[in-house]
């Protein structure tokens, strides 16, 4: 399982998930299927983190979704 973090080249704002297929899901926000990234599109890939389990991935999306976790988001994307 993989988390990911996208960055919107409309407004620079960023995205993150969690996916057993980065590739793929990249194109379905690309392609706007995805209701709370639809409006943001296009976008590109970050970074990309691999974990060995699912709950890993998941623990660890949750947490870069968090107050907290958006400071190491941005240090993770050197972002200013």
């Known amino acids: 399982m993989y988390v990911y973090i996208l ?3 409309k407004g620079g704002t ?3 998930g969690s996916t057993k ?3 793929e899901r ?3 926000h690309n392609r706007k299927e995805s209701l709370s990234t639809k409006f943001k599109a296009p976008w590109e890939l970050v970074k990309v983190e ?3 389990s699912d709950s ?3 623990k660890r ?3 870069l979704k968090t107050g907290r976790g958006r400071s190491v988001l941005r240090n993770l994307c050197s972002i200013d």
Do not use: I
Request: aromatic share 20%; net charge positive; charged share 35%.
């Open 50 to 52: 691999k974990y060995d």
């Open 61 to 63: 999306e949750r947490f």
């Open 21 to 23: 297929n980065v590739d």
């Open 7 to 9: 960055r919107s080249c």
């Open 14 to 16: 960023f995205y993150v």
């Open 56 to 58: 890993l991935a998941l």
């Open 26 to 28: 990249v194109k379905q």
